[in-house]
């Protein structure tokens, strides 16, 4: 045997034994310990890390569970409550609709009714133009409408009146809802009498313009408050009594100019005098705004 022959298997061992030392021990893993004698011996593993505690868990910003809104959030999320709307003290417009009842003792009057009373439909309206303390002033208007029948002689007989008055109404309030007045008013009053010809089957006429006066006091209540953020919206009735006036009118009668039926007439038909005076009354509901 050759001495390079000898040599083949030390020098094989050697790149073997190189090979191994050469190899990186893996991570995490130590090499074992060795005891004093130099003999390997086994050591308990290092005590495992203890787990970090979980993240509390996040209260929910949005969820069903009552306590992650407490009432006071709830409360203070929602919107303010609104103070409720102040009554004005005085209405500013207001408008009236109703029935005048007057009662006339006039001789006239028998011509055109078999009572001494007489009914009207009523309109009027009044805008407040002053308030001090308890005490305001309203402009007022006031329309009243009013037709009659009857027969005189066996002839029929018709009578038409239109009111229209203008006047200060001074009021007293107690309240908000309820206040007393007085209105004096003038104007004019418009009559339209009738009388049909049965014989001539033609119409007599007798119109005028006469002077009207009224004075009247009553009383006012607010029944039904429906104001809201729009305004104001109120519902009132009013009764009231008084007096009304009118000058007299003459009752002649004339046919119309363009009458061809009516007969020549030399004079008119008189039947007298009518004044539509005495005491009276109102009673309307009405609403301010």
Avoid: C
Avoid at 36 to 46: E, K, R
Avoid at 102 to 124: C, I, K, M, P, T
Avoid at 267 to 286: E, H
């Amino acid at each position: 045997m050759t001495p390079h022959t000898a040599l083949r298997p030390a020098l094989a061992l050697l790149l073997v034994s190189a090979a191994a030392a050469a190899q990186p021990e893996p991570e995490g893993q130590q090499p074992p310990a060795v005891d004093s004698a130099g003999d390997d011996a086994p050591v308990a593993p290092p005590p495992a890390a203890e787990p970090a505690p979980a993240a509390a868990a996040a209260t929910p910003v949005f969820g069903f569970d009552a306590t992650a809104y407490p009432p006071a959030a709830v409360s203070d999320r929602g919107a303010e409550p609104k103070p409720p709307r102040e009554k004005p003290p005085v209405p500013r417009w207001q408008v009236f609709a109703g029935m005048r009842g007057a009662f006339v003792d006039d001789g006239g009057y028998n011509l055109f009714s078999e009572r001494d009373f007489a009914g009207q439909g009523s309109l009027w309206g009044a805008r407040t133009v002053y308030h001090s303390g308890d005490v305001s002033i309203a402009g007022a208007l006031a329309f009243d409408a009013s037709a009659h029948d009857s027969t005189i002689r066996g002839e029929r007989t018709s009578l038409a009146l239109y009111r229209l008055t203008l006047g200060p109404e001074v009021r007293l309030h107690f309240a908000p809802e309820l206040y007393v007045y007085a209105r004096p008013s003038a104007g004019v009053l418009r009559s339209v009498a009738t009388l049909d010809e049965s014989t001539t089957g033609s119409s007599l006429h007798s119109n005028g313009w006469l002077v009207a006066i009224d004075a009247f006091a009553g009383v006012a209540a607010d029944v039904l408050d429906l104001s809201g953020e729009r305004g104001e919206l109120r519902f009132w009735v009013a009764a009231e009594g008084g007096y009304g006036w009118t000058s007299a009118t003459d009752l002649r009668f004339l046919p119309d100019e363009d009458d061809a039926s009516a007969p020549n007439r030399v004079a008119a038909l008189d039947l007298g005098s009518l004044a539509q005076r005495g005491p009276g009354f109102r009673l309307a509901i009405g609403a301010s705004f």
